[in-house]
């Protein structure tokens, strides 16, 4: 695996305001328990990397993919093999701690500040020109997790409303779901955002570097398609240690819930698909299909106007 060139004094300043950033905001105590529960998550990390590194072809697995469509379960999947464990490039951690919009943009040095780890990276990064070619160079190959537009929206109000620091936080509170949407499709908002992000992957991967994964195909049978991941991968893994972890991870062993039984308040509301169906007016389904359609047509959904 090729990396840029080395960038130590760089990386080492950006740590340290890294840590300014965040006794400013976190205070000290808090700042302190972080710092220890830091190093010693790296510190086990980078053991597991020096025992386990000779059982995988790659040592990083990057996910990307839209808020609340998948990729947060993907990493978690990804995190929990043997060995593997969640970070993120500093900059990243830096921009959310100054309270700024974190587009998870690519750069030089990013993946560099990782190696010597076993590490899984979620990002919402956009499949720009720019953060397609930096990937390439990286010859890593790449996950790319997408969920039905029509759902994502919807699965979005619910987090925001949750959210009070998100920038749309009023919109959610003050407007209902279908006004909502409405306010994100007539305005232009979601092709700008969700659209983009998907248009954007699709036209700018590697086809022979990444993987496109739905999250409904995730949603309808988690084994057989993560193992489709893992073997793109070329991660040897066993279908029992698969099995353990994909249940670790499933709706209902983290909610308690069974599928479809809805609690605004969680993170994991209902563990379906398809609710667009029954929350989209008439309106609402002739303004997406002029603005979105192509991209159901591409990722193989179900036309927003059949039966109309």
Same mark, same amino acid.
């Given at each position: 695996m090729w990396f840029p060139q080395t960038y130590k004094a760089s990386y080492l300043l950006a740590r340290f305001r890294h840590l300014i950033v965040m006794h400013r905001r976190l205070g000290f105590l808090f700042l302190t328990k972080m710092v220890v529960l830091g190093i010693r998550k790296r510190s086990k990390n980078r053991l597991n990397y020096l025992l386990k590194k000779h059982q995988y072809p790659q040592h990083l697995v990057y996910v990307a993919g839209l808020g609340n469509s998948g990729s947060g379960w993907m990493a978690n999947l990804h995190s929990s093999l043997p060995g593997f464990a969640q970070f993120s490039p500093v900059k990243w951690n830096q921009t959310y701690l100054q309270g700024e919009i974190n587009e998870h943009a690519l750069y030089a040095g990013a993946f560099e500040e990782l190696s010597g780890k076993l590490v899984v990276v979620k990002?919402?990064? %956009?499949? *720009? /020109?720019?953060?397609? *070619? /930096?990937l390439k160079a990286t010859g890593l190959k790449y996950i790319i997790t997408v969920r039905d537009p029509r759902d994502t929206i919807i699965s979005q109000y619910w987090h925001i409303r949750r959210t009070p620091y998100h920038i749309d %936080?009023? /919109?959610a509170t003050q407007y209902s779901l279908q006004d909502y949407i409405a306010q994100k499709l007539f305005s232009g908002s979601f092709e700008k955002t969700i659209l *983009?992000?998907?248009r954007g992957w699709l036209q700018n991967r590697d086809p022979h570097r990444s993987i496109i994964i739905r999250y409904e195909d995730m949603l309808n049978n988690t084994h057989f398609h993560w193992k489709r991941i893992l073997s793109f991968l070329k991660f040897e893994v066993d279908d029992r240690t698969v099995q353990e972890i994909v249940d670790l991870h499933s709706f209902e062993r983290k909610t308690g819930r069974k599928p479809g039984h809805e609690d605004t308040s969680q993170v994991q509301r209902t563990g379906i698909s398809g609710e667009w169906k029954s929350v989209f007016s008439r309106s609402l389904?002739?303004?997406?299909s002029q603005c979105g359609e192509d991209v159901i047509e591409a990722l193989g959904y179900e036309p927003t106007l059949l039966g109309l």
């Open positions: 990002s919402h990064s %956009y499949g *720009t /020109l720019e953060n397609a *070619t /930096l %936080y009023s /919109l *983009t992000w998907i389904k002739h303004r997406f």
